[in-house]
């Protein structure tokens, strides 16, 4: 059975993460799409919350686990027996950030292999943070966010706005 592992903050979930969730599924039997927490960021949404928006908007994917981890994603794929690592890559500074990334994973397990997929070009931009963004200033985010989830992701950020 081929299994891989598509790790991410998803804070939130993006149609460009769903895009590449989707796509990744149908090339494993099996793919674990991973909250992490990454210790540079501080999430809006909690780890259960992002959990249940991807398991909300992957309904329709039938091979995929949604998990959390706050171990590293290698050690996380090892003791799931996975040996591929999904990641999305939409611009040059993802490039620098993913590769840097992939030589420390390799250090660390020479048995994982990375896999980039790179978004469709309508998600080329798109990003968490500018969700967040455009929220801050009143701006359409239904382009950007899967339609399950954009009322939860506008009802958790705004509030924050008003603190």
């Known amino acids: 059975m081929k299994k891989a592992v598509y790790p991410g903050t998803f804070d939130p979930l993006t149609i460009g993460h769903l895009d590449i ?4 599924a149908k090339i494993v039997d099996e793919l674990h799409v991973v909250v992490a927490d990454n210790y540079k960021k501080q999430p809006t949404f909690t780890t259960e919350e992002r959990m249940e928006m ?3 908007v992957t309904t329709d994917v039938d091979n995929l686990i949604v998990t959390f981890t706050s171990d590293l994603i290698v050690r996380y794929a090892q003791k799931n027996e996975i040996d591929i690592m999904v990641r999305g ?3 040059i500074q993802d490039y620098e950030n993913e590769y840097a990334l992939y030589q420390f994973n390799r250090n660390l397990n020479r048995n994982i292999e990375t896999i980039i997929l790179f978004p469709s070009s309508r998600n ?3 990003s ?12 359409d985010i239904s382009p950007y966010v899967p339609k399950e989830i954009i009322k939860d992701v506008q009802d958790k950020i ?5 603190e």
Do not use: G, T
Not at 21 to 24: D, P, W
């Open 158 to 162: 705004r509030p924050k706005l008003d």
């Open 124 to 126: 080329h931009f798109v």
């Open 54 to 56: 991807i398991k909300r």
């Open 128 to 139: 968490s943070s500018a969700i967040k963004e455009l929220i801050v200033h009143h701006a």
């Open 89 to 91: 890559l939409r611009n």
């Open 21 to 24: 969730i989707k796509r990744a």
